[in-house]
Nanobody, 117 residues
Framework: QVQLVESGGGLVQPGGSLRLSCAASVSIFRFYTMGWYRQAPGKQRELVATITSGVNTNYADSVKGRFTISIDNAKNTGYLQMNSLKSDDTAVYYC???????????WGQGTQVTVSS
């Protein structure tokens, strides 16, 4: 069973930065797409960013140019660097792994990000 442990959420002022981490119990470089999703109160969960093979990235339009997804293969850990944060970025952020062949999905427990002055 794949386990994902997230960390790095918190309270930050508008314009500030946070880095979320997602530690996986498996090697994520070759056989998984890692994604970050978020869910704000009263809204559906939405895709924020994905990374495949460590280099192929995809971002939601709302975060392009502000967020960066990356992985450290040696540590089996993925990251979401979030800069220029806005109040609209407030949500619970979830880490996801999807196996590239079986399409099996695994989810982290979620971490709260609150952007407020």
């Amino acid at each position: 069973q794949v386990q994902l442990v997230e960390s790095g959420g918190g309270l930050v002022q508008p314009g500030g930065s946070l880095r979320l981490s997602c530690a996986a119990s498996v090697s994520i470089f070759r056989f998984y797409t890692m994604g970050w999703y978020r869910q704000a109160p009263g809204k559906q969960r939405e895709l924020v960013a994905t990374i495949t093979s460590g280099v192929n990235t995809n971002y939601a339009d709302s975060v392009k140019g502000r967020f960066t997804i990356s992985i450290d293969n040696a540590k089996n850990t993925g990251y979401l660097q979030m800069n220029s944060l806005k109040s609209d970025d407030t949500a619970v952020y979830y880490c996801n792994l999807e196996h590239v062949f079986t399409k099996t999905n695994y989810w982290g427990q979620g971490t709260q990000v609150t952007v407020s002055s």
